[in-house]
């Protein structure tokens, strides 16, 4: 089973985060995968200002990593976590 943190954009990193962090203490955080919803990309498209598109690296990582959260799990979150999803290969 798979636990999804999903709708990450602007303004909802906080609460991600602890969510995120929750998880974590529970030892399941190899079982998470981080969405942003695609549908947002058209909203985006017509924003002169922040896309909601790049919220997870902008706001989101920058939070977590702030709020104490290892860089290597970060990155093994974003990478193998959908690698094992997928069943495919992480880079």
Aim: proline share 3%; net charge negative; charged share 20%.
């Amino acid at each position: 089973m798979w636990i999804g943190i999903d709708n990450i954009r602007k303004g909802t990193s906080a609460q991600k985060y602890e969510l995120l962090n929750y998880i974590s203490s529970l030892n399941y955080s190899h079982k998470v995968l981080l969405s942003q919803n695609y549908d947002f990309y058209s909203e985006g498209k017509e924003s002169l200002g922040h896309h909601p598109c790049t919220s997870i690296f902008d706001e989101f990582i920058p939070c977590c990593i702030a709020n104490g959260t290892n860089r290597q799990e970060i990155i093994r979150i974003m990478t193998e976590n959908p690698a094992n999803f997928y069943d495919v290969d992480a880079i």
